[in-house]
């Protein structure tokens, strides 16, 4: 018999532990295929209007699409609402644990949890059904002591930033090798109670389509660039145009890049037979056998802390990955406990360059052991209104920017404004089409933000990696008819703006709007050095490119899409 997409949903209602099994609407089905966009739609349902992110009301669902379990690039989404933000929250992660998940699950795609156990507990999915057993003597173990006691088994789970509800703690899996990492799943998690899901199943009897994904992504732009480097080149190309986040955002180039960049890695690089990763990747590792997977970790943790050293910044990079805790968002809130320090709103001496001094304080975020760590385990913008600090780190929607300077990048501005789980770059990352493309007009430019937007809503909700996805011009409508599912690009195209305005109206629903849509102040202060010197945000230009977006995006002036652009895309019952 043919193999299909599972069409069904689990229950898991962990104050009640009761576990239920129910078909998937099939307008649902239709209209968002897995991933991103189901996972959506079940949030609208299930969660109630100003739910506390941290409270039994708020669900978490682990959301697998139709091509999770067919490809080695396969991801599986993490939805929730964010602890960090207060918005809508989608985090990805691949590795072994989205197939294993598929092969568990049987003819069901998404997990939908709610409520909060009694106890530490482990969610256990098998032979397409699920259970709940005790764990509490996993109770603080970290991300690799976890996966350890299920070696029969792969595991999502949450070190101790997730038990102590840190409100940008990750749901790690592989033994902290992968990550649904920004925003907080992991904290809702914790706040459940659950420790871990356990899927025990190999993956799933499904066509391998693997070498349909490994041969487009190797021709493409993308593969090449990836095969090379993985992500740790954006540490070089950021420095190379000026828009390296460095010392706390207050400058745009890094001396010691080098000594983090891809030269660094390349150094330290060990080939590996495919085990999930592209096709010629490699991994990197410090002196002390410390992996450092991707650019995120010596942008955020190294230049971003002014730390030029490789094992160090790897070894920060793993601390993180154990404990469960955001690299982006950890590199930033030490930062802006450096800054604070230095402006005396924090009696403590925290500075940049010194290494021992962030690995402290990212372990006492994680367990909230002291006053400090406790303030920033709440986000940067949090910490800064409790202490009366200076928010000198930039926040949109309470979440950190990440890799690219927006005073160097007009587009990448709008893409971090717009961007639907607070400041992403993985929304959306036009500075790099522009760097290849040269100067655009402010219409490119936001019709670049748009389409890539859309593009990426889609792979998520196929269960595709963004990375690879942008190998296929078609978004992925190739690798669906490999296995059986018929779908257009015009069609993918439109889901893909479909799930967009269903988060946005998520958003509206919790009371975001055009206000939310800005930059802070700190990137109205120009730019002091590299070939981006004396840039900034200029407001007027970006009220303007905002004006243009919403006008594109079928949005009124407030950003809320309007009753026709609800009716095209189907969305008026909500």
């Not at 409520?115 to 969610?123: K, M, N, Q, V, W």
């Not at 992504?217 to 993308?222: I, M, N, P, R």
């Not at 202490?387 to 709008?414: F, I, N, Q, S």
């Amino acid at each position: 018999m043919a193999w299909t997409p599972p069409t069904r949903a689990l229950r898991v209602a962990l104050d009640e532990r009761r576990i239920e099994s129910e078909p998937i609407p099939d307008d649902w089905l239709d209209a968002y295929r897995g991933g991103k966009g189901l996972g959506a739609r079940y949030l609208h349902a299930n969660v109630p209007r100003n739910a506390d992110a941290l409270g039994p009301e708020n669900a978490l669902v682990f959301a697998l699409g139709p091509l999770s379990a067919v490809t080695a690039d396969g991801r599986y989404a993490a939805v929730t609402k964010s602890p960090l933000t207060g918005t809508f929250l989608d985090s990805y992660a691949g590795g072994t644990f989205p197939q294993r998940l598929a092969g568990s699950l049987g003819d069901h795609l998404v997990v939908v949890v709610t409520g909060r156990a009694s106890e530490p507990t482990a969610l256990v999915v098998e032979n397409g059904d699920a259970r709940l057993e005790p764990a509490t003597a996993l109770a603080g173990a970290d991300a690799v002591e976890a996966a350890d006691a299920y070696p029969d088994a792969a595991v999502a789970c949450v070190g101790p930033a997730g038990e102590n509800e840190v409100a940008y703690a990750t749901i790690a899996s592989d033994g902290g090798d992968h990550h649904a990492g920004r925003g907080g799943a992991g904290a809702v998690m914790g706040s459940k109670n659950l420790k871990a899901v356990v899927a025990r199943d190999p993956a799933p009897d499904a066509p391998d389509r693997s070498a349909l994904v490994d041969d487009a992504f190797a021709e493409s732009d993308v593969g090449r660039w990836q095969a090379a480097s993985e992500t740790l080149e954006t540490v070089d190309f950021a420095n190379e145009i000026g828009a390296l986040p460095t010392r706390g955002w207050q400058e745009g180039t890094f001396a010691g890049a080098d000594d983090i960049g891809i030269e660094a890695a390349r150094d330290a690089a060990v080939e590996r037979e495919r085990d999930g990763a592209r096709p010629g990747g490699f991994r990197v590792e410090s002196a002390e056998g410390e992996t450092v997977p991707r650019g995120s970790t010596p942008i955020s943790l190294g230049a971003g802390l002014g730390i030029d050293d490789f094992d160090a910044v790897a070894a920060l990079g793993a601390l993180c990955d154990r404990l469960g805790v955001d690299v982006i968002t950890a590199g930033n809130a030490v930062a802006f406990a450096a800054r604070a320090s230095a402006d005396g709103h924090v009696d403590r001496d925290v500075d940049f360059g010194d290494a021992d001094a962030a690995r402290a304080l990212i372990r006492e975020v994680a367990g909230r052991e002291t006053a400090l760590g406790d303030a920033l385990a709440d986000g940067v913008a949090a910490a800064a209104e409790e202490l009366g600090a200076a928010e000198h780190v930039p926040t949109v929607k309470a979440m950190e920017l990440p890799a690219y300077d927006p005073r160097a990048a007009p587009a990448m501005a709008l893409a971090y404004a717009t961007s639907d789980r607070g400041a992403c770059h993985r929304r959306a990352r036009p500075i790099e089409q522009s760097a290849v493309a040269g100067d655009w007009t402010d219409d490119q430019r936001v019709d670049a933000v748009i389409e890539e937007q859309n593009r990426r809503s889609a792979l998520w909700s196929l269960g595709l990696d963004d990375f690879v996805g942008e190998a296929f011009d078609d978004v992925g409508a190739s690798l669906l008819a490999a296995v059986g599912v018929d779908a257009t690009p015009a069609d993918l195209r439109l889901l893909g703006e479909r799930v967009w305005n269903l988060v946005r109206l998520f958003n509206v629903r919790e009371g975001f709007d055009r206000a939310d849509d800005s930059l802070p102040a700190v990137l109205t202060t120009p730019l002091p050095d590299g070939p981006a010197a004396g840039a900034s945000v200029d407001a007027d230009r970006f009220e303007s490119l905002l004006e243009t977006y919403y006008d594109r995006r079928g949005w009124d002036d407030h950003g809320r899409p309007t009753p026709a652009t609800r009716d095209r895309l189907g969305l008026t019952d909500l």
